[in-house]
């Protein structure tokens, strides 16, 4: 090949062709990766393929028992149809909130870029002001997450616990046209991300909620809550190469931590289980909670961990293996 020929094959334009779920905040989440693309590498082409997955057509059933009629393992009720696609060649990666995705991947997939995580915080959002404290005995809360039913039960156990599904514009509505719910459980990254004000008074086409923060030392966040996740092929150096362009290193040094800390539970989708981990130079600390699964709710095994900031893997079995009650 000549230095011309050469030099305009460099200079073509590639095609990054990204999958993404459709709802509201899956939307907002490809645009964000769609925008760091595009500022690093002017130069490609960069286009949004939208797909329905089993999670977004099945909000008949609620999230704990779906994974099984399904038959689909984990929490790929939101990825096995990105997956498909990837897999054969019509995207180049898959975007996904990074706790809708399996523990353990197909082996011809893997997690290569995360963005900056966002607050992993869970926000309580009520028909009046006043959060946890404010609501009477006895009051019903929606949330679809068994680990937010289990942390909520181990809280208030007088509080009666529903399911609920549909994306956050939905919930919202929900709550507010409700002549029973009196609250929800929202991640407060995708708050957020959606322009609402997470911790203040929020607008529904049926009136307004309001938003209070849970106790954070107590409700410990889901395994990724608050990350942005790339899937990609296994070898394709290409895509690989472009997307860990835009990939936060501190975040993916978190997250690689608590998912292996749930991948040592043999946890997912339907396990109570909650972590958090926070970097403090080049160290990291770990906290995890993990509830026994069953009708009853018992005391939760507790533990913390911390370690070299460049070991997350060696931090996360130090935490497993410290489970206390």
Same mark, same amino acid.
């Given at each position: 090949?000549?230095?011309?020929?050469?030099?305009?094959?460099?200079?073509?334009?590639?095609?990054?062709?990204?999958?993404?779920?459709?709802?509201?905040?899956?939307?907002?989440?490809?645009?964000? =990766?769609?925008?760091?693309?595009?500022?690093?590498?002017?130069?490609?082409?960069?286009?949004?393929?939208?797909?329905?997955?089993?999670?977004?057509?099945?909000?008949?059933?609620?999230?704990?028992?779906?994974?099984?009629?399904?038959?689909?393992?984990?929490?790929?009720?939101?990825?096995?149809?990105?997956?498909?696609?990837?897999?054969?060649?019509?995207?180049?990666?898959?975007?996904?909130?990074?706790?809708?995705?399996?523990?353990?991947?197909?082996?011809?997939?893997?997690?290569?870029?995360?963005?900056?995580?966002?607050?992993?915080?869970?926000?309580?959002?009520?028909?009046?002001?006043?959060?946890?404290?404010?609501?009477?005995?006895?009051?019903?809360?929606?949330?679809?997450?068994?680990?937010?039913?289990?942390?909520?039960?181990?809280?208030?156990?007088?509080?009666?616990?529903?399911?609920?599904?549909?994306? =956050?514009?939905?919930?919202?509505?929900?709550?507010?046209?409700?002549?029973?719910?009196?609250?929800?459980?929202?991640?407060?990254?995708?708050?957020?991300?959606?322009?609402?004000?997470?911790?203040?008074?929020?607008?529904?086409?049926?009136?307004? =909620?309001?938003?209070?923060?849970?106790?954070?030392?107590?409700?410990?966040?889901?395994?990724?809550?608050?990350?942005?996740?790339?899937? =990609?092929?296994?070898?394709?150096?290409?895509?690989?190469?472009?997307?860990?362009?835009?990939?936060?290193?501190?975040?993916?040094?978190?997250?690689?931590?608590?998912?292996?800390?749930?991948?040592?539970?043999?946890?997912?989708?339907?396990?109570?289980?909650?972590?958090?981990?926070?970097?403090?130079?080049?160290?990291?600390?770990?906290?995890?909670?993990?509830?026994?699964?069953?009708?009853?709710?018992?005391?939760?095994?507790?533990?913390?961990?911390?370690?070299?900031?460049?070991?997350?893997?060696?931090?996360?079995?130090?935490?497993?293996?410290?489970?206390?009650?």
């Amino acid at each position: 090949m000549s230095k011309r020929e050469s030099s305009e094959k460099v200079a073509e334009k590639k095609k990054l062709i990204i999958g993404t779920r459709g709802s509201d905040l899956a939307l907002v989440q490809a645009a964000m =990766v769609e925008r760091l693309l595009g500022e690093k590498f002017p130069q490609i082409e960069i286009i949004i393929n939208v797909i329905s997955t089993t999670g977004d057509r099945r909000t008949d059933i609620p999230l704990s028992e779906l994974a099984k009629v399904e038959g689909v393992f984990d929490k790929g009720v939101f990825t096995k149809e990105l997956e498909i696609a990837l897999e054969a060649g019509e995207i180049d990666l898959a975007v996904h909130s990074l706790k809708d995705v399996p523990t353990v991947l197909p082996e011809e997939f893997e997690i290569c870029s995360v963005l900056e995580r966002a607050p992993v915080n869970d926000i309580l959002i009520c028909k009046k002001e006043g959060g946890l404290e404010g609501l009477k005995e006895g009051a019903i809360v929606a949330t679809g997450s068994v680990r937010r039913q289990k942390m909520l039960q181990w809280m208030r156990p007088d509080l009666k616990l529903v399911d609920i599904r549909g994306n =956050v514009p939905t919930r919202l509505r929900k709550l507010a046209e409700s002549s029973t719910v009196e609250a929800i459980i929202l991640a407060e990254a995708g708050l957020m991300r959606l322009g609402y004000d997470a911790l203040g008074e929020m607008q529904t086409e049926a009136g307004s =909620v309001y938003g209070a923060m849970i106790d954070p030392e107590k409700f410990l966040p889901s395994a990724g809550q608050g990350c942005v996740g790339i899937e =990609v092929r296994k070898g394709d150096a290409d895509t690989i190469a472009y997307v860990q362009q835009i990939s936060h290193q501190p975040t993916f040094t978190r997250i690689t931590a608590e998912r292996e800390f749930l991948r040592l539970l043999d946890g997912g989708c339907h396990t109570p289980v909650g972590v958090a981990t926070q970097l403090f130079g080049d160290k990291i600390l770990m906290e995890g909670i993990v509830f026994p699964e069953g009708e009853v709710v018992s005391l939760p095994y507790q533990s913390e961990a911390s370690g070299n900031a460049d070991q997350p893997l060696k931090v996360a079995a130090e935490l497993f293996a410290g489970l206390s009650i």
